[in-house]
């Protein structure tokens, strides 16, 4: 398997939604850490230095490094993690690579910085945030050869070396290339709160339940739902976050605190019980094993509910108060109704490859959907072309197991929309007995099987829309999957506007007048080849679909993209 050039990767982290890179941190994670952050004194803030140091954008020392990446170290993956090395520019680092069928990350503490080498078989890459370090004269007995120019993003400042540097490491553990130099500015203030919680918590992605049980962050609980909203429990579905992913988790998070409630409580008038407790860690010696010592913010929730500007307001950006005080927010606009802060790149659009605004409008939950706004063949070509693409990148092996299926179905990088939605419909059929009757598949624990059957819930929108196009004998299994905009993800969906769009979606397809049915019969070859994966090797027109033009599509540009004729040989 060819590893993708730096600019492939490079252009491939740029163009993935920030959603996708790093999932917004619950409202109560950011509430918390505000508090730890505007505490005046060490003693006043209940944590170790290094936590304290970690929430106010400083240097991270060693103990924080080290135990982040021992929770780095319990994820499943190939790749393992060495040690952490002292960096010795003028002496020549020797690594050990004879008989390592992995690869190896190294981490490199170099004075108050932190910089790392990712090992492959076949070559090294040298990650340093610093602009303009030369890379050190690493070797590997294996004969392995340093990657030039290979960096990673660049910090603009040394105190968020090390935040960068854990960022790439949890991605790479995760198969995943380093994020781009754009995502990095804009993730690491939020990365940091990640980091914090998840510090405290002993664990990787915590839920609320485990923050309940271990003291750390707790509040009522109300028809089985917290009051700290769970991302993909509380969100309405926008274009906007086609269009801008910073300020879609800002949507996110301010939605998500917005509709946690149908208004936010009075915190006068909640009970002692109902009200926030947090907990900080204890000013212990042996950082990977933080402990915990409570401290109770009961009293002071106008000044919690003050530090994430209320939630009241939908324009207030909650990440405003963990941003350093000389990044000021810039006004709110009738375009870009989510503020940023300033400094922030405020595109992302690439000169090689610029991406192309989504124009699909704003989905009001309350309303019928506007399915005919939602619904083109621009739609269909782009959920096929890139479908076509993760295909011819890898046949993957047909897997028929509910546990995979599910792996699948939930990773946004294993597949296109359509892929995605195809496997998410097999598991939802492979599942739907098990779910029905609460039988838990062997090895899994009790927080992935409830996970599990969350996504069972939330997919079974696409089982909807498959059958729907199931009624027709003409439109084949699963083509109508490609009729929704690839922007539209079922999590951020309620129950009730699933309803309503599938309603809507049937009422559109039976509709003669309408050419949908038409659009999708076309599709159809194209589709199965794919989803069989029974593509052709000569090139199809598809093949060369640009997502990125602009206007409507003509007769002529469909009809020779659906055509499965060759149109030549692959360029070299």
């Known amino acids: 398997m060819r590893f993708p050039s730096l600019q492939e990767a490079t252009q491939r982290t740029a163009e993935e939604p920030l959603r996708d890179l790093m999932p917004p941190v619950d409202a109560s994670w950011v509430t918390y850490a505000n508090k730890i952050r505007q505490s005046s004194t060490l003693d006043e803030a209940g944590v170790s230095s290094s936590l304290w140091d970690l929430v106010r954008n400083e240097h991270l020392d060693l103990s924080i490094v080290e135990g982040y990446l021992k929770l780095l170290r319990t994820l499943n993956s190939k790749t393992k993690i060495a040690p952490v090395y002292q960096l010795r520019r003028d002496d020549s680092i020797n690594i050990e690579t004879e008989g390592v069928d992995h690869s190896k990350i190294i981490p490199f503490i170099d004075g108050r910085e932190w910089a790392f080498a990712v090992v492959y078989f076949d ?7 610093g602009r303009g370090k030369p890379i050190p004269p690493l070797s590997a007995s294996g004969g392995q050869r340093i990657v030039e120019g290979w960096s990673g993003p660049q910090h603009s400042d040394s105190k968020d070396s090390g935040a960068f540097m854990l960022m790439g490491i949890s991605h790479i553990m995760m198969q995943q290339p380093h994020v781009s ?5 804009e993730l690491v203030q939020v990365f940091r709160v990640r980091m914090f919680i998840e510090l405290l918590a002993d664990e990787l992605d915590p839920t609320p ?12 609980r109300e028809d089985g739902a917290s009051v700290f909203v769970s991302q993909a429990d509380r969100v309405s579905p926008s274009s906007q976050f086609e269009e801008d992913p910073f300020n879609e988790t800002l949507y996110v998070l301010n939605s998500a605190a917005r509709d946690g409630l149908s208004e936010p409580p009075d915190p006068s008038a909640l009970d002692s019980s109902d009200q926030i407790v947090c907990v900080s860690a204890a000013r212990g010696t042996d950082p990977p094993q933080l402990g ?4 109770s913010l009961m009293n002071e929730a106008n000044e919690a509910q003050s530090a994430t500007g209320g939630f009241r307001n939908n324009l207030g950006n909650p990440y405003r108060h963990i941003l350093p005080a000389t990044r000021p927010l810039v006004a709110t606009s009738s375009i870009n109704p989510y503020p940023r802060p300033s400094g922030m790149n405020t595109s992302r659009r690439r000169a090689a490859a610029p991406r192309r605004r989504t124009a699909t409008p704003t989905i009001d939950m309350e309303s019928e959907p506007d399915i005919k706004s939602l619904i083109n063949r621009r739609v269909i070509l782009e959920n096929l072309s890139s479908a076509l693409r993760f295909t011819r990148s890898a046949k993957a092996s047909g897997l028929d197991n509910g546990y995979m299926l599910w792996q699948l179905g939930k990773n946004r990088k294993t597949g296109g929309k359509l892929q995605q939605r195809y496997q998410r419909v097999l598991f939802n059929q492979k599942m739907a007995k098990r779910v029905d009757q609460n039988l838990k598949i062997d090895g899994l624990d009790d927080r992935q099987w409830n996970t599990m059957k969350k996504d069972f819930g939330y997919w079974k929108v696409w089982v909807d829309v498959r059958d729907v196009g199931l009624k027709y004998n003409d439109l084949g299994e699963y083509v109508a999957l490609c009729a929704l905009p690839g922007s539209m993800n079922s999590e951020n969906m309620t129950q009730d506007y699933q309803k309503r769009l599938i309603a809507a979606f049937e009422r559109e397809i039976e509709n003669h007048s309408n050419p949908l049915h038409q659009w999708l019969r076309d599709a159809r070859q194209l589709c199965d080849l794919i989803l069989t994966k029974s593509i052709p090797e000569y090139r199809l027109k598809l093949d060369d679909y640009e997502t990125n ?4 599509v003509s007769d002529e540009v469909w009809n020779s993209h659906m055509s499965t004729d060759p149109v030549g040989d692959f360029q070299d």
């Open 123 to 129: 070559c090294i890459h040298w990650y340093d945030s």
């Open 181 to 185: 130099q754009e995502a990095a500015i």
């Open 209 to 220: 339940e485990s923050l309940c049980e271990k003291g750390i962050i707790t509040g009522a």
């Open 292 to 295: 915990h010592q409570q401290r």
């Open 549 to 552: 033009i602009e206007g409507e």
